[in-house]
């Protein structure tokens, strides 16, 4: 299957007291397919995976799904540190009926490039699904160079899709599909969509990102593939202010929730902790840049 387009991905719902919000997670998923997104993402780092016991991500994959009813493809994420671990998430999200499983490099000791192939081979081999490689150095503590990434799609056919998250993000997109020689490789953007314009540029096929108004993101990459990029850039240029806001390293997932709050989607926006929670200056900064991107900028969603 090739993945493409926008791919949101989605947050853990959390009441006030830290146990998951089944129905605040169905209105999310509905308020993107409303948003004309290509499909999910579950069980990813901006969904605090990291904070759910293995019950818990089970019943976050089989509400998801149940709840899409394959109007869409559902990618589940399924890295874990152990290959025995992450071949038994991947087998589950199969069964569950998941399109594909995000996986990042697993965080080792003197982490190789050899180790890393075998890691995905051996998930290919153990469970027939697509795979998305995840390139995200803060998870998994390796960076994969260009030739690296390149070396996983020629070597494990169903790994071809990859959510690329080292910046610089443009540069390594046109250096992958430059060193793809044939190889058909979907590159889908991620860290909140504030490079969507220049890595559609470079090649990318489109974006996997959790931010709160995906209906910006879908428009973006639809004036763009039908030829429109002055368009494309124009709508872009109009949303970045709040995708930076969002992005703030550290509070940016309390800043999405709030957001997806606000939008009727989230009951409640608590994280598990440690996460940080929105402090005065930062709430009045959001309702100041709201209003701004509603009366000066003329966004619908807002």
Known sequence: MKFEGVFSVLPT?????????LESLQ???DLFLKAGVNGVTVLGVTGEVSRLRDKERDVVLHTVLDHIKGRVPVIAGTTAEGLRTCLEYSRAAKAAGAAAVMVSPPRMNRLNSDAVVAHYKALAEAVDIDIVVQDYPPLSGFTMEPGLVVRITREVRTARTIKLEDPPTPAKTSRILELSLGTEIAILGGLGGVFLLEELLAGAAGAMTGFAYPEMLVEVVRLFKSGQVDDAANAF????????FEFQEGIGMSIRKEVLRRRGALADGSIRPPGATLDVSTRAALDRLLNWMRHQQGVPWI
């Open 237 to 244: 240029y109009r949303y970045v202010p709040l995708m930076r």
């Open 13 to 21: 719902p959390f009441n006030g007291d830290g146990e998951i919000d």
């Open 27 to 29: 209105r999310v998923v």
